[in-house]
Structure formats: structure tokens, C-alpha cells
């Protein structure tokens, strides 16, 4: 476990970090998964990042439906334009991330083509399901754990001390997920869940919005475990396959060989 950010997300006493503290097991399983711990030290086999990224682009897809539920379940015209405009973001968002992909030999045509992991149904389903089936708080709950445990899991990297930084093919991600735009995104749908939960009962329904917000945040973990199941069995964070087997990298003052 790390030390706490300085620039954590949502209040204290909030209902972000509520939910958050209510299942702190879960939450580190998804923010310090072996997935990006393998991010951070660059050591996630290739084959496992791969895996994530066409999946994350039909991921995308389902969370931009998602955000148009939120638009229709929006309690006011300024969260209506609020939300519009993270639709906006999202979409741009992913023309860049086909741009990515392409830069790491998958071609559009591909993402296209490829059917959704059975992961990938079940989080953005039961995302949408809440959504459906609740009011807006219940689907942004749903919501949160993505937007902001993307924020936080790059800030738990920059603060990795076991953190390969230069040469790490994943940097660039990294950077995605810590720029300054992506952060305050995070930063803004924390509160929101805070405002929401003040002016829409977060107290008395807690029970229900700490069952969803825990759901969605072992789905996350699952995601980043689809992507692991792609890569030959045997990996580890800090390993690497030469023609002998898995051999341990260098150690750092962070993981010790
Ligand atoms: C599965 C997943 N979760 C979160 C994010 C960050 N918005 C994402 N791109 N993909």
C-alpha cells in the first residue's frame, strides 16, 4: 500500500470517498492491480496491454451510451451541458485512442471487427443497468470508479518507486491518464458525486449506492484482468520472458530483485 495523495479525490466526509473507504479491498485490487503495476515498471507483457486496448475502445463505445443515459437522467440544464460536453471529450477521446492502437500495430479494421469480451459486457451492461434502472445518482455511482480510479491509479504510478520512466512503452498512457485535463475530469466527477449525494439522499441510500459502486469497481478489476489473461501464464510485475523462463528485472529502491 502507498502513502495517501495530497491531491486526493472528493471531500472528506464526502460521499465519494465514502463509498471509496467502504470497500477499500476492492478499490486496491483495481488501483494497484499487478495489470498496472506492470504499467508502471513497463514489465506488462505485450500481449496483455494489446488485449486491453481493443477492449477498451468497445468499452469506450458503451460508456459514451452511458453518458448520453446521464444527459436523459440529468437533474438540471446545467448538468444536461455538464454531461454533453464529457460526450464531447469522450468521442474525441477516442479517436485518439484508435490513433494509439494503430501506433501499436492494431488497425481500425480490427477494433472494429472484434467482438466484446464477456468482461467487457458485463461492466458496461451493468453500468447501463443501473443507469435504467435508477436515477442519476445511481448511474453516476456506477460511473465513478472508472473516471476517477483512472485519475488516481495515474497519480499512484507517478508516486511508484519501482516506476520505469524512461524507456517504459507505456509512458505515454501514463501521461494520458496524469495530464492536467484528465486529472481535473477525475477530479470534477468526485465532487459531483458529493454534490449529488448531498441533494439526493447520498445518506440514506448509502447501503444501496455502496453495493453498486463496490460492483462496479470489482468489474474494473476484472477488466484489467482480461487483459492479463491474454499474456503467456506466469507473468508477474517486475518479470521477463528470455529463452530460459521468467527471469526478475534489476531491482529498484522500490522492489527489491
Ligand atoms: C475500462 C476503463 N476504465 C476506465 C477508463 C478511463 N476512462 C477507461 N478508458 N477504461
Not at 155 to 179: C, F, M, T, V
Not at 233 to 244: C, E, L, Q, S, V
Request: charged share 25%.
Amino acid at each position: 500500500m502507498q502513502h495517501p495523495d495530497p491531491a486526493d479525490f472528493g471531500a472528506p466526509g464526502g460521499l465519494f470517498r465514502r463509498l471509496r473507504d467502504n470497500c477499500a479491498a476492492e478499490w486496491e485490487h483495481y488501483a494497484w492491480h499487478p495489470f498496472v503495476r506492470g504499467l508502471s515498471d513497463g514489465t506488462l507483457p505485450e500481449d496483455a496491454f494489446r488485449r486491453y486496448l481493443v477492449q477498451d475502445y468497445l468499452f469506450l463505445i458503451q460508456f459514451a451510451r452511458a453518458k448520453a443515459l446521464a444527459v436523459f437522467k440529468a437533474e438540471s440544464l446545467d448538468a444536461m451541458r455538464d454531461k454533453t460536453a464529457t460526450i464531447g471529450a469522450l468521442l474525441d477521446e477516442m479517436r485518439l485512442h484508435v490513433g494509439y492502437c494503430a501506433g501499436w500495430g492494431i488497425p481500425e479494421a480490427e477494433l472494429r471487427r472484434t467482438p466484446e469480451a464477456a468482461e467487457t459486457v458485463a461492466y458496461t451492461r451493468y453500468v447501463l443497468d443501473r443507469g435504467f434502472a435508477g436515477d442519476i445518482l445511481d448511474l453516476e455511482v456506477a460511473l465513478v470508479p472508472c473516471t476517477v480510479g483512472y485519475g488516481e491509479i495515474a497519480r499512484r504510478i507517478l508516486r511508484d518507486p519501482g516506476r520505469l520512466e524512461a524507456g517504459n512503452p507505456y509512458q505515454s498512457w501514463i501521461d494520458a491518464y496524469a495530464a492536467p485535463g484528465y486529472q481535473a475530469l477525475a477530479k470534477a466527477a468526485a465532487a459531483r458525486i458529493d454534490a449529488l449525494g448531498e441533494s439526493h439522499g447520498g445518506e440514506i441510500r448509502f447501503a444501496a449506492l455502496a453495493a453498486t459502486f463496490t460492483e462496479a469497481t470489482r468489474l474494473e478489476a476484472r477488466f484489467w484482468q482480461m487483459g492479463l489473461d491474454a499474456a503467456e501464464p506466469g507473468w508477474r510485475p517486475g518479470y521477463r520472458r528470455d529463452r530460459t523462463g521468467w527471469i526478475q528485472m534489476a531491482g529498484t529502491p522500490g522492489r527489491p530483485a
